[in-house]
């Protein structure tokens, strides 16, 4: 699915029992219908949000563009998470120099 969703805004499949494109382990239930978005923000892909439905199913307008602003939804929410990530990094080297500074003063 990942491979997909990076070249496609959206993926969907209305019935995978025509289609063998994916492969899935043997004990896992094979979905018969499915739509993959990709989780994308600012030209980093962070993976990708999928529906799976147990029959054939037809994804209209209103059901993709809702997923799609979920899927966007997430994608920023990870590309915030990266960002507090990373001044929580450079907030913590910070104080390891403010804290060697101090020592050294004594």
């Known amino acids: 699915i990942l491979p997909m969703t990076r070249q496609k805004e959206v993926v969907a ?3 995978l029992g025509r289609v063998r494109l ?3 382990p043997p004990e896992a ?3 018969e219908a499915l739509l993959a978005l990709p989780l994308h923000h600012e030209n980093m ?3 990708a949000l999928w529906l799976a439905y147990n ?3 037809q994804f209209g307008g209103d059901e993709i563009r809702f997923l799609t602003t979920i899927a966007g939804q ?3 929410a ?3 998470a990266q960002l507090f990530a990373n001044a929580e990094i450079g907030r913590q080297r910070l104080a390891a120099c403010e804290h060697r500074r101090a ?3 004594r």
Request: avoid cysteine; charged fraction near 10%.
């Open 55 to 57: 029959s054939p199913h």
């Open 45 to 47: 892909f962070y993976g």
């Open 29 to 31: 239930p094979r979905p």
């Open 103 to 105: 020592s050294t003063d």
């Open 74 to 76: 997430a994608a920023l």
């Open 22 to 24: 994916l492969s899935f």
């Open 78 to 80: 990870s590309a915030n």
């Open 13 to 15: 499949l209305n019935n």
